[in-house]
């Protein structure tokens, strides 16, 4: 139990002052679904093919944050600190307070299609054989009860795309990967660890990658690689689930990250 005396917790449109995360729940059930799913493959030789895949999910069960209001009546009051009689007085006038644990709700769906291709360049011409090319993206659609209100399945983009430029050939390897995805509801840990539903933008992360590996004589297995992820320093942005896009809560840049690699297989 906690009593927030700096900023009383706010819940559909009423200030508390008492409030409760977190807890056990020996009644929780796992997501149960029944799902359905219908997909489509073509092959072209032995490394080019097309896919394409629909898929409803109808939710029985699923688990959110739920939020109710209790009473702490039973709750001892902490020894005010200086300065603070008045709010003091305030959150012991109503002891009344928000109450948030993991929950079961019912009734809800995922549904989306996805389509993927992998296309070698050698299908077009011997000359660049080597070269090739991975697409894949998904769009879907999401809807649950938090809290009484609608919202989409936390964590899930409506939009995700992954592209991959790749050349492979003679043991020399180097690809370039493109990650999107639009927007999305998430959970992310508060400075108080508690799980909270916010924004998270768009993002677009791009990563790189070369390599050799020694194809012959003593020191075939020897292989080399130089790797780069989010080469453009994409930002993590995340913001409130409100009508407001400039209310900002984390704007976080972690800039570049570099790997080099060496490894070895024996026969």
Do not use: C
Request: no cysteine.
């Amino acid at each position: 139990m906690t009593s927030d005396q700096s900023i009383p917790p706010n819940f559909n449109g009423t200030q508390y002052y008492w409030s409760r995360n977190g807890g056990g729940n020996p009644k929780l059930r796992p997501w149960k679904a029944n799902t359905f799913d219908l997909s489509l493959e073509k092959y072209f030789g032995t490394e080019a093919y097309i896919s394409a895949a629909i898929y409803y999910k109808d939710l029985k069960t699923y688990i959110f944050n739920q939020s109710t209001v209790e009473d702490f009546s039973a709750v001892p009051l902490p020894v005010p600190g200086p300065g603070d009689t008045a709010t003091y007085n305030t959150a012991n006038a109503n002891r009344t307070g928000v109450s948030t644990l993991k929950s079961n709700g019912s009734g809800g769906y995922v549904q989306g299609f996805e389509i993927t291709a992998s296309i070698p360049f050698s299908l077009f011409s011997d000359a660049l054989n080597g070269f090739g090319f991975i697409l894949s993206g998904a769009k879907n659609d999401s809807s649950i009860k938090i809290n009484g209100v609608d919202s989409p399945v936390p964590g899930l983009s409506t939009k995700v795309v992954n592209s991959t430029l790749y050349y492979e050939k003679y043991g020399f390897s180097a690809r370039v990967s493109n990650r999107y995805r639009d927007d999305f509801v998430g959970e992310v840990p508060a400075f108080d660890a508690s799980l909270q539903l916010n924004n998270v933008s768009a993002e677009s992360l791009v990563d790189a990658q070369i390599g050799y590996s020694i194809q012959s004589g003593s020191m075939k297995g020897l292989s080399f690689s130089l790797s780069g992820t989010n080469l453009t320093d994409e930002p993590f942005v995340l913001n409130a689930i409100d009508s407001d896009p400039y209310h900002l809560i984390k704007y976080q840049k972690y800039g570049a990250v570099y790997a080099v690699a060496v490894s070895y297989t024996f026969d």
